[in-house]
């Protein structure tokens, strides 16, 4: 700058200034009105597009790919470029560069001229950084694995779930808990039967989260071994997810159609093997066949006959004081109430076992 231009330079410096602005109020009062509306364009987008919501952390979870949030994907980038140890090293070292340039801009920055044009190495120094940025934030996303969302592995609908879920359930549980979660005697120690797995009891008194946990951390003092990936185990959440989905629907009252009610009133001499055994085998079994409560057995005929700590609890040719048929009307005994407890069978089923019983309680 030669003292031409210089004395012109500090003319016109002087004439702005003269009718400049204060930077209080005028620039404060833009500042506000800005920020203001920043804040009210932030609030519309959370109330009326609302926040994008992931999956609550879950420690458990071996497939989730932890990334920084978009801004800081650069970084993120440019750390991938320095092996391991170095990048401490990178990290301190490209704060520090940034930190440094900033500071001793002014000392070797000394040009005058304030249009972008005239000052080439300041400008394509930027562009350069900014093109840089853009890149590693896109090279981040590009290389970043896709990460399966939740139920996509295992086909999206309910219906699906189950029978996937089913599937895992029938391969790595039926064999310690029973094909539908009723229990099952355990391999080498005679004697010892699991939990139903199936009964109200477990089902209502479980929130999803703690059979989870139950499953893939597995029962390690009672020789049940862990299921989780993230504790060694061979399933995936989506898979473990799918199992209690499947373990779920045991509880859920299976919709019979109603055509098959009518015809189960319409069948006039009920058969044992044929109606009334299909019924105890899947209402009743899980608690009365390879455990048995109350000492009652529905395992066969016999049993079903004979056993029981109120045997006989069927008096063929008399529904009304059979102990079994009054059970199953909620009818208070000296063997108990409701069976099956808390969930009643339908009133087709209920009179169907009393024609049986009123015809004679035969094997038929
Ligand atoms: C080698 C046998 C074995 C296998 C295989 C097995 N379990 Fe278990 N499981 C047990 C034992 C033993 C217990 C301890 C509780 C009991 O005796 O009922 C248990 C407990 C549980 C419990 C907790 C029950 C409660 O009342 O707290 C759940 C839930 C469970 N298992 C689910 C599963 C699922 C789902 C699978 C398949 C992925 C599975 N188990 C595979 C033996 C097994
Ligand atoms: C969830 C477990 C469960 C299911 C399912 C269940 N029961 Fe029971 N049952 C029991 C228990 C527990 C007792 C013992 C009495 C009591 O505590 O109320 C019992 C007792 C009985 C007894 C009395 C035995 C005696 O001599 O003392 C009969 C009969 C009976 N159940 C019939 C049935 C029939 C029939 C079904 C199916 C329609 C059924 N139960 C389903 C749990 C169950």
């Known amino acids: 700058m030669n003292e031409e231009e210089k004395k012109r330079y500090l003319e016109r410096y002087k004439e702005k200034k003269a009718d400049g602005e204060l930077f209080?109020?005028?620039?404060?009062?833009?500042?506000?009105?800005?920020?203001?509306?920043?804040?009210?364009?932030?609030?519309?987008?959370?109330?009326?597009?609302?926040?994008?919501?992931?999956?609550?952390?879950?420690?458990?979870?071996?497939?989730?790919i932890p990334r920084p949030e978009w801004y800081f994907l650069w970084a993120f980038q440019a750390l991938k470029y320095f092996p391991g140890q170095l990048e401490g090293v990178a990290i301190m070292g490209m704060g520090l560069l940034i930190a440094v340039g900033l500071f001793g801009l002014p000392f070797f920055d000394r040009n005058s001229r304030r249009h972008p044009r005239n000052r080439p190495v300041a400008t394509l120094s930027m562009i350069g950084i900014v093109v840089g940025?853009?890149?590693?934030?896109?090279?981040?996303?590009?290389?970043?694995?896709?990460?399966?969302?939740?139920?996509?592995?295992?086909?999206?609908?309910?219906?699906?779930?189950?029978?996937a879920g089913g599937e895992l359930y029938a391969q790595h549980c039926a064999e310690c808990h029973g094909?539908?979660?009723?229990?099952?005697?355990?391999?080498?120690?005679?004697?010892?039967?699991?939990?139903?797995?199936?009964?109200?009891?477990?089902?209502t008194g479980h929130f999803d989260d703690t059979i989870f946990q139950l499953i893939s951390y597995g029962q390690p003092g009672a020789g049940m071994q862990a299921f989780g990936l993230a504790y060694g185990?061979?399933?995936?959440?989506?898979e473990i997810n799918a199992i209690i989905a499947f373990m779920r629907a045991w509880a859920e009252p299976e919709e019979e159609p109603a055509e098959a009610l009518v015809d189960l009133a319409a069948i006039e001499n009920p058969s044992f093997a044929k109606d009334i055994k299909p019924i105890f085998d899947k209402k009743c079994a899980s608690?009365?066949?390879?455990?048995?409560?109350?000492?009652?057995s529905v395992a066969t005929y016999e049993?079903?006959?004979?056993?029981?700590?109120?045997?006989?609890v069927i008096i063929p040719g008399d529904a009304a004081n059979s102990i079994l048929a009054k059970m199953l009307r909620g009818i208070k005994t000296e063997a108990g109430g409701l069976m099956p407890p808390g969930r009643p069978l339908k009133q087709a089923q209920i009179e169907l076992i009393e024609r049986w019983i009123n015809q004679g309680a035969q094997n038929n």
């Not at 185990?233 to 989506?238: A, H, R, V």
């Not at 608690?287 to 009652?296: D, V």
């Open 287 to 296: 608690c009365h066949s390879k455990r048995l409560k109350g000492g009652y």
């Open 24 to 64: 209080f109020p005028h620039a404060i009062a833009k500042d506000a009105v800005v920020s203001l509306g920043v804040f009210i364009l932030l609030l519309c987008l959370v109330v009326f597009v609302g926040i994008p919501e992931e999956p609550p952390a879950n420690p458990a979870d071996t497939s989730y």
């Open 233 to 238: 185990g061979p399933l995936t959440d989506q």
């Open 179 to 203: 094909e539908n979660g009723e229990g099952a005697e355990l391999k080498g120690k005679a004697g010892e039967v699991t939990d139903p797995l199936n009964s109200d009891d477990f089902l």
């Open 133 to 163: 940025l853009i890149f590693l934030t896109i090279q981040a996303v590009v290389t970043t694995p896709h990460s399966e969302a939740t139920g996509t592995i295992i086909g999206g609908t309910k219906e699906e779930r189950i029978q």
């Open 303 to 312: 049993l079903v006959m004979t056993s029981g700590d109120h045997a006989p």
